[in-house]
């Protein structure tokens, strides 16, 4: 990832490990001639990335070698399901042509339904087709990286060996070139499996809800057996009879397996069936983790696990009682115990003590980790992300970069947009970004240089980049806390100012004044001056540290994807109306999406933790109940082993709260 095309010849050309290397990048389009503008994210790749993964298309055929050549007719494969929500499934749509922004492009094929992978791409082109990959600057340099590889293994070598050489590759590009990598960035080659990278982030939330339901599994065997000793002891005359009688051993285990037996698959069928309708809910929950949650299902090996899992338990919980009644030695003791009497030995009421305790610890153990997990939400609900999310509507406008393809274009866009906002009722402010708050996308950090301070820390200085207009600040609720924010005559884009956060003066200024100083992004060839310093953001609600931002203006620099941000005096339905309506007055082919407001952002990042929280605290609750039943149905039973006596007690003058207590007390 971030490789130059220079970089993926080098890897096509000297290494050894790899079958085939294909390139990838994702690129975004205006689609015309199907009603309204639409965004469409577009994955671009070289020939053979549907073969090396293994993709056959449902529809027509993907590429061909020819067609990544520059100058060839443009042509795009659709995904699945940009084809059945754009086109609703038409299968006459191979042949057909759409317009994605200045060029008509040829359906040629459409994709199976498959996992979004690398990215959740509607349509997807040939390299020769996208403006970006096939100009000088990109094909023939080394400081443009926007490409991703993907290397298919050749037969019988190992990940480990495919690492070395790249290692070696990176080491040799490293000493060819010094130039273009730079000792601070320690920029190298990792390669990655392609199965662990989609299952990563799930991964370890999988794990967690394996744990947990293996621990709420221990708890109702627990229950189980407890509750099958406490059923024997009711039986253990009649067991000591069988016994006397001859039938002991294997005859006896197998009627107490075969009665377990038969209550472990009518519950295992019944919890297949409620795993069954709740499977699109695991499904809904794991897509925010992996691309491949679509593949959740019960499965062949699935059913024969639950099913060994099943008569495993039932025939380890009949062990219980088995044992219990086939060890006794007192079986004429046994038998001349009534249906009601204090039957139970001190070593039964051991086991059974044992059983209980580990069923509350375990259930004690869930209902601890429900609640710290729930502790960590409720810390991250409390979490200052550094601005004022209230009442601000945001959306993204991902502009045409054939029509605005220069930063004077772009900028008069964005001029004219937020002058018809600023003159729209029930709008208090407007601001243009080059990247929205409260998104891990979109954010770029970038090392940079400062003139003439000294005290600066060891490390490189680095930071996110964002350019912002004038009023992005207040717009958005980022306080000033010195120095001003940027003026519309801040368009310079050589002697353009900058603002820093907070926490980039503590990390890099060493206690001095930032205002006034200059830094550089391009190695001190142009420097632009340090005007103001703002509060601290976190974008990231789930990063302990704020982000180190640096802000520049939007309208100095040149940027095709652009976030809009309304602070909203009104309701905001209007305020959307007002946005939407304000957008195709400046341009009626300008597709706009991703419309929400700040506090709907803020929450999206908590939705993982929330469902997180929700499957722990729904298993604690379980393992809660079990518990609380097994419990219930041992001191049932106790009470009624101890009748006798407790009426003894009684009769001599015990009172109510004095048995109840006797009881509660064991």
């Known amino acids: 990832e971030g490789l130059s095309a220079l970089e993926v010849t080098d890897l096509r050309r000297d290494t050894h490990a790899f079958s085939a290397v294909a390139e990838y990048h994702t690129l975004t389009f205006q689609l015309f001639g199907h009603g309204d503008p639409v965004r469409v994210a577009t994955g671009v790749v070289s020939d053979g990335f549907f073969d090396m993964l293994g993709v056959r298309p449902a529809l027509g055929r993907t590429f061909r070698p020819g067609e990544e050549a520059v100058g060839a007719a443009p042509v795009v494969v659709l995904s699945h399901s940009f084809w059945m929500n754009q086109f609703h499934g038409d299968s006459s749509i191979v042949g057909a042509t ?21 990215d959740e791409n509607d349509v997807w082109m040939p390299i020769g087709a996208c403006p970006f990959r096939t100009m000088e600057w990109m094909a023939n340099t080394r400081d443009h990286r926007m490409l991703r590889a993907f290397g298919l293994l050749k037969p019988g070598l190992t990940p480990r060996e495919a690492a070395s050489e790249l290692s070696t590759l990176s080491a040799r590009a490293h000493a060819t070139y010094p130039a273009a990598y730079p000792a601070a960035l320690r920029m190298g080659l990792v390669a990655t499996n392609a199965r662990d990278e989609m299952t990563r982030r799930a991964k370890p939330v999988l794990y967690m809800l394996l744990a947990t339901a293996v621990f709420l599994l221990l708890v109702a065997t627990a229950n189980v057996a407890t509750l099958a000793l406490s059923r024997q002891l009711r039986r253990s005359r009649e067991l000591a009879l069988r016994v006397a009688l001859g039938g002991g051993g294997v005859r006896l285990y197998r009627q107490l397996a075969l009665e377990s037996l038969m209550l472990s698959v009518a519950g295992a069928v019944l919890g297949v069936g409620i795993a069954g309708s709740g499977l699109s809910l695991l499904r809904t929950f794991a897509t925010r983790f992996t691309p491949r949650a679509d593949e959740i299902t019960i499965s062949g090996p699935v059913f024969l696990f639950a099913s060994a899992l099943c008569l495993g338990l039932a025939l380890a919980v009949a062990l ?52 710290l997990i729930g502790r960590s939400l409720i810390t991250l609900e409390r979490v200052d992300a550094g601005m004022d999310v209230r009442n601000v509507l945001s959306a993204q406008l991902e502009l045409n970069f054939t029509k605005y393809d220069t930063p004077a274009k772009q900028g008069a866009l964005a001029r004219a947009l937020l002058e018809r906002l600023g003159a729209q009722p029930g709008v208090r402010s407007a601001a243009v970004a080059s990247a929205s708050p409260l998104q891990t996308t979109g954010m770029s950090e970038q090392p940079f240089t400062i003139d003439r301070v000294s005290g600066l820390a060891a490390s490189s200085p680095h930071a996110e980049a964002t350019d912002v207009s004038p009023e992005y600040f207040r717009t958005v609720g980022i306080p000033l806390i010195r120095g001003r ?8 884009t050589l002697t353009a100012p900058a603002i820093v956060s907070e926490r980039v003066v503590e990390e890099y200024w060493g206690g001095h004044d930032p205002i ?31 982000t180190d931002a640096v802000y520049l203006p939007l309208l100095a620099s040149s940027s095709y994807d652009l976030r809009v941000f309304v602070r909203a005096a009104g309701p905001m339905p209007a305020v959307e109306q007002a946005l939407r309506a304000a957008v ?39 393992a809660l109940v079990l518990t609380a039943t097994g419990l219930s149905g041992i001191v049932a039973y106790n009470v009624a082993q101890r009748l006798p006596e407790i009426a003894i007690r009684v009769a001599l003058g015990a009172t109510r709260s004095r048995v109840l207590a006797l009881v509660v007390r064991e």
Not at 328 to 355: C, F, K, M, Q, Y
Not at 485 to 492: G, Q, V
Not at 523 to 543: C, F, I, S
């Open 320 to 371: 219980v009682p088995f044992l219990h009644a086939h060890g006794r030695r007192d079986v004429a003791g046994a038998l001349r115990v009534g249906n009601v009497g204090s039957g139970a030995t001190p070593r039964e009421h051991r086991i059974r003590g044992l059983l209980v305790a580990a069923q509350v610890a375990l259930a004690f153990v869930m209902l601890v980790g429900g609640a």
């Open 516 to 546: 006034g100083t200059r830094i550089s992004f391009n190695g001190g060839r142009t420097w632009r001056e340090v005007v103001g310093v703002v509060g601290n953001v976190r974008h990231r609600l789930t990063d302990p540290a704020v």
């Open 584 to 622: 195709r007055d400046v341009d009626p082919q300008q597709s706009i999406s991703d419309v929400a407001t700040l506090d709907q952002l803020r929450g999206a990042q908590l939705v993982e933790p929330r469902l997180t929280t929700a499957l722990v605290g729904v298993f604690a609750v379980l």
């Open 98 to 118: 759409v317009t994605m922004n200045d060029r008509v492009h040829t359906v040629i094929g459409v994709l199976p339904p498959l996992p979004g992978y690398p």
């Open 485 to 492: 924010a940027f003026t519309a005559l801040d368009r310079d």
